[in-house]
């Protein structure tokens, strides 16, 4: 079965399953809401005749012939009420009254019930009992639809409790409506399904459609196709392509060498070339000695440059290989970013740098060296992007949890298509009023020191206002004790 098939299925039974309990719970609570708000108005009309009978009392007695001629002329009374699909013609409650004992006085339905004793049922024993009084029964056993709702008031005189008068409700008309509203329910319900089963459809498509163009790219990678990862998004589908891609090129082991090669070559050509080119001129004769001492300088200048991409490549190829610092120390904080600061203002005495730094000692446990490198990574780094007169602030923050270290520049700041590449390896991009760049290893190998103190470092830059790079070390590892 193919995939596609197995999601709308799935989609499918979860719905119709959801619907069908759905539509039972809500037909079910129809029912009994309906004979709620019927026992609510009932409880309204019963009061009503009770208080119709207190006010007619004659010598503390009900006054039954009045509820005689009550009724007597209501069954006389032609009507006609639609009421929304069903139309009523005739009041089909009625009522009776029994005494203080339970003995029936009056009864508009049956007056073959006058005087027997109905103080055995709830709707009178309990309002006798001055409990609210209530019953349904059924007047046919296996007939649903023939039950009969009884709600019972109490008739008093000055506190004195004189007999009870009980309205009585046949639900089949109701039962009319609940009818209705269940057909309603059920419409509605099919509706729904007929909806969600499109829906369901359209989802299963979509959800699929990325793991069909992932099965077709995996093919072709067996079948040795040269093909790119389809264009399905960043979600976890993507991700996998991207991850198939990264262990394809990961099992060859050609992209990552060549990649590397390429750009160590590139980073090493520059200098090299300057060398060669010194030397060449170097062996001209009758060179001026000021032209001698230039290209001499150029030579250490470009020498020195080639030494630093091999110790820089040499110390991110040890800490990729390493997974904790074995030699931790104490590290005041405070006192090495300002050590940091310091070295950086003496060779940049026009840079403007704000720090802000709390007034207890902060302290970190690791490698000293390491975070001074990190740390000094980013400040050169903001040196080299901001203008000779621009600010950068460094600003360091304790909390219970977590160290951080926030450094900001008002300078160029990064290009957006830049963001994802300034950790990577060899990625570099030109500094401003200059075509040179740096080796691009700066920033990688701050991200893996900043990573070994278990910390994380994240970066946020716009071209119009400038770069901050946060970097947070979580204090329940890397604070000493």
């Excluded at 539509?23 to 208080?51: G, H, K, P, S």
């Excluded at 923050?397 to 060899?426: H, L, M, R, W």
Aim: charged content about 25%.
């Amino acid at each position: 079965m193919k995939i596609k098939t197995k999601v709308f299925l799935g989609y499918f039974i979860a719905a119709a399953t959801a619907l069908y309990f759905l539509m039972q719970w809500v037909q079910n609570d129809v029912r009994a809401r309906y004979l709620e708000a019927v026992e609510e108005n009932m409880v309204d009309m019963a009061n009503t005749l009770a208080a119709l009978a207190e006010s007619n009392l004659k010598n503390n007695q009900i006054n039954i012939g009045e509820f005689k001629d009550i009724y007597s002329n209501l069954k006389k009374r032609h009507f006609k009420a639609t009421i929304y699909n069903i139309t009523k013609q005739t009041v089909d409650s009625h009522a009776y009254i029994t005494d203080k004992n339970g003995i029936v006085l009056f009864d508009s339905a049956h007056p073959d019930n006058e005087g027997k004793d109905f103080s055995q049922w709830n709707d009178v024993a309990r309002t006798l009992s001055n409990n609210y009084g209530a019953r349904a029964t059924r007047t046919d056993i296996d007939d649903p639809a023939s039950l009969v709702l009884y709600v019972a008031a109490p008739i008093r005189k000055n506190g004195e409790l004189l007999g009870v008068i009980t309205l009585c409700k046949p639900i089949r008309t109701l039962v009319r409506f609940i009818d209705l509203a269940e057909n309603r329910i059920k419409i509605n319900a099919i509706s729904a399904l007929i909806l969600l089963t499109i829906l369901g459809l359209i989802t299963s498509i979509w959800i699929t459609s990325p793991v069909i163009k992932l099965k077709k790219y995996v093919e072709d990678i067996r079948d040795g196709k040269k093909t790119t990862p389809p264009k399905i998004g960043k979600g976890e589908i993507g991700t996998l392509a991207r991850s198939f891609e990264e262990m394809c090129e990961a099992l060859e082991g050609k992209k990552y060498v060549e990649e590397y090669v390429r750009n160590l070559t590139h980073e090493l050509k520059s200098p090299l070339s300057g060398i060669q080119g010194a030397l060449e001129l170097l062996k001209e004769k009758d060179v001026p000695k000021k032209q001698q001492e230039k290209f001499l300088s150029n030579m250490h200048h470009e020498s020195t440059r080639m030494r630093q991409i091999v110790d820089r490549m040499l110390l991110l190829s040890q800490l990729e290989n390493i997974n904790t610092i074995n030699i931790k120390t104490k590290i005041d904080m405070s006192g090495l970013i300002n050590e940091i600061i310091n070295s950086l203002q003496s060779t940049n005495p026009k840079r403007k740098f704000t720090v802000t730094l709390p007034n207890d000692p902060v302290m970190l446990s690791g490698d000293k060296l390491l975070i001074y490198e990190g740390i000094d990574n980013i400040l050169k780094n903001a040196v080299e992007f901001t203008a000779p007169d621009g600010e950068i602030k460094v600003h360091l923050k304790d909390s219970n949890q977590s160290i951080t270290v926030t450094i900001t520049d008002n300078g160029a700041g990064i290009p957006e298509y830049a963001k994802e590449k300034v950790f990577k390896k060899f990625f570099s991009l030109p500094r401003p009023g200059k075509e040179e760049k740096s080796s691009g290893l700066g920033l990688s190998i701050t991200k893996e020191i900043v990573e070994l103190h278990n910390g994380k470092i994240t970066l946020d830059s716009c071209e119009t206002r400038g770069t901050t790079v946060e970097m947070i070390f979580t204090l329940s590892k890397t604070l000493c004790s």
